[in-house]
């Protein structure tokens, strides 16, 4: 029997036409024997932090093989200040024109110190495997047409929610974390210890990741989406990357490795017609791709049978993402005796000038830094430089006993593809 109760604050949710009272149901059986699903909040289970809470519109589940769109959140900024459930994209999925369920992440309900929790759930609760219950029905009616759709943390789960559900549902994910144990140290020991069973003093040391390996795997939660996943995976898959958020390097790059993409032109990986990775000026750094731009291409994606890689082309040659191809990131890790040949460097009155004839300012990605060797320990001296351009040296060599200078040259995915040591 289902029984209405308030949230504790319901002006903390964003979307106001779905600012009442949530409906609530006492099992997964008991939601999912229901029909119709109104619009608005649904939670299921009885206590905070062991439930599903959803928010839906169009009632999806009574939608036959219809588009729809499930939607994951990202981390929660200004965590103290608000009252969870939180949801993303239903405004998103409005202009979409489709149905769709919003999943908030039940473990932020645990502290108020977590911003993000991955929808990992916790040492008495499995989220991962209970969204998987929940979202079965919706897998086996729609195949390719239930669009998984995530960021950052949000993205883990679309990206690991892919690789559990049956008949190969479709995924549009941006900057995901694809091993959350390589995100920020602060953030995960935080979101750890409100969670599982272990303490920060179990985590203070530099094998911490180790920890929690072994914690994670004791209580069954992944943490990776990188290996040892089930046979099935998602039907359709586009991932989207900025260039310029560290991610490129720390989780895209062993993502395509893990699961075999090969270049396929400017900025696009593919693994076939319907997995591509794509690489571009989305936004700077982490920051999502605009709105505008995701309901662009949620609406193209989710209207379209074919294969995927050739409407991502068609979108590339339209400049519907501004950048220029030629700057994007390249792998040029097989390549490097030809960019050591095609660099050269000056070195007078402490000034290093960095310079190429051949090689454009920021081509595939080619940044530069000087190191600084004293005494065998070696010190990262200057920045990034994404221009051939000069740089002072804070020291005279000659005065300091001990100091080796080395120019690193560094590609797009954070390979050393040229070294020079200065004299």
Known sequence: MRRFQPLPDVSSIQEPAFRSSPTRWASTEEFLSASPHLDGIHVIGRSPGQQIELMLGGDPYSSGDAPTIVIFSGAVVKRAEKIPPFFSGSGIAAEVGHPFVAVADSS?????????????????????????QVLTPLAQQKGKNLWLVGGSAGGFAALNLAHLLPNGPSLLTWNPQTDFLQYVR??????????????????????????????????????????????QGPGRLVYLQNPTDWHLASHCVPYMKSHGYTQSGPGLWRRDDDKVVWIAN????????????????????????????????EFDQVSLIGDDPSLRPIDLSSASDIVERLISFDFENGIINVKSERLPDGFGGLRWRVVIDQDGQATTSSFLFRKWSHWKIPLDP???????????????FDNIVARYDIT
Do not use: C
């Open 398 to 412: 000659r005065n300091s006993p001990g100091i080796l200078l080395e120019i690193q040259v560094v590609d797009g």
């Open 282 to 313: 989305f936004a700077q750094g982490h920051t999502p791709p605009e709105r505008s731009l995701l309901v662009e291409f949620l609406k193209r994606f989710t209207s379209t049978t074919a294969g995927l890689l050739p409407l991502i082309e």
């Open 108 to 132: 932020l309900e645990l502290s108020q110190s977590i911003g993000l929790a991955w929808y990992s759930g916790n040492s008495m609760f499995d989220q991962g495997d209970t969204l998987r």
């Open 186 to 231: 602060e953030s995960v020991v935080e979101y750890a210890t409100t969670a599982f069973p272990v303490t920060r003093r179990e985590l203070a040391g530099d094998d911490y990741k180790q920890v929690l390996r072994s914690v994670f795997s004791y209580f069954g939660r992944r943490h990776t989406v990188l290996d040892d996943l089930p046979d």
